[in-house]
C-alpha cells in the first residue's frame, strides 16, 4: 500500500520568512496530493491539494510543487505569518475512490 | 449542512470497557472515513465505507476494533475491550463522489485509563 513520509517534523521561522515542508510517496498509481492544516485542538482542514497532470500550483501565499518522477511534493508558505503556526499533513491517495493516506505532520511555529 | 458531526466529543473510561463512538456524515457524501490521531503514528486511517459498504478494513488495529455504516447517515467505531493504548483522537470524515476533499468532524478524543 502507499507510505507518506514527511519533513521535518518540527520547524521555526520568523514571521515574514518562508517555510517548506516535503513528502514522499512510495505507489506510482497516486495522483492526488492535497495538504491539510490543523490548528491546536481543530480539525484538519484542506488548504491546497494537487493533481499528477501539473507541476506547480499556487494560492496566495501558498505553493504545491510535484515531481512525479522523484515521487515528492513539497509545501512552500512564503511572508509567514502567526497564524500560519500549525500542524501540516501532506497526503496522497490515487483518484479512483480510494483513501488519503497522510504523513506524520509537521508542527509549523512562526515567531513575531 | 451542519458538516461531519461526531460524538461524544470526549470519552474517559476505564480498561475493559466498550467504547462507541458515533459519526453522522455530510449529507450526500458517499464515502466515510474513520481515522486515528496520536502524537507518534499522526493520522492513521482505520477503515472506509462507501455506499455504506466497507472498503478497505486493513488499517483496524485488531479483533477488538470493529465499525459499521448500517445507513448513509450513520456509523459506528467500537472498541471492546478498551486499552490504554487506544487513547486517541478519532476523526469521522466524509467526502463527495469525485471530490478528492475529505471534510473532518471535530473528533472524538478517548481516554482509556
Known amino acids: 500500500g502507499e507510505n507518506v513520509e514527511q519533513h521535518p517534523s518540527t520547524l521555526s521561522v520568523q514571521e515574514g520568512d518562508s517555510a517548506v515542508i516535503k513528502c514522499t510517496y512510495s505507489?506510482?498509481?497516486?495522483?492526488?496530493f492535497p495538504w491539510y492544516k490543523q490548528e491546536l485542538g481543530k480539525r484538519p482542514q484542506l488548504i491546497i491539494d494537487?493533481?499528477?497532470?501539473?507541476g506547480e500550483k499556487k494560492d496566495q501565499r501558498i505553493a504545491v510543487t510535484l515531481n512525479k518522477t522523484a515521487k515528492h511534493f513539497s509545501l512552500h508558505i512564503t511572508e509567514t505569518q502567526p497564524e500560519d503556526s500549525a500542524v501540516y499533513f501532506c497526503?496522497?491517495?490515487?483518484?479512483?475512490?480510494?483513501?488519503?493516506?497522510f504523513g506524520k505532520g509537521t508542527t509549523l511555529s512562526v515567531s513575531s | 449542512d451542519a458538516g461531519v458531526i461526531q460524538s461524544p466529543r470526549h470519552e474517559v473510561t476505564e480498561m475493559g470497557q466498550e467504547v462507541t463512538l458515533r459519526c453522522k456524515p455530510i449529507?450526500?457524501?458517499?464515502?466515510l472515513f474513520w481515522y486515528r490521531q496520536t502524537m507518534m503514528r499522526g493520522l492513521e486511517l482505520l477503515i472506509y465505507?462507501?455506499?455504506?459498504?466497507?472498503?478497505?478494513d486493513s488499517g483496524m488495529p485488531e479483533d477488538r476494533f470493529s465499525a459499521k455504516m448500517p445507513n448513509a447517515s450513520f456509523s459506528t467505531l467500537k472498541i471492546q475491550p478498551s486499552e490504554p493504548r487506544d487513547s486517541a483522537v478519532y476523526f469521522c470524515?466524509?467526502?463527495?463522489?469525485?471530490?478528492?476533499?475529505?471534510?473532518f468532524g471535530e473528533g472524538s478524543r478517548l481516554t482509556v485509563l
Open positions: 497526503a496522497a491517495s490515487k483518484q479512483a475512490g480510494t483513501a488519503l493516506i
Open positions: 494537487i493533481r499528477s497532470n501539473v
Open positions: 465505507f462507501n455506499n455504506n459498504v466497507p472498503i478497505d
Open positions: 449529507s450526500g457524501h458517499d464515502y
Open positions: 505507489d506510482s498509481a497516486s495522483n492526488y
Open positions: 470524515a466524509s467526502r463527495a463522489r469525485g471530490s478528492g476533499e475529505l471534510f
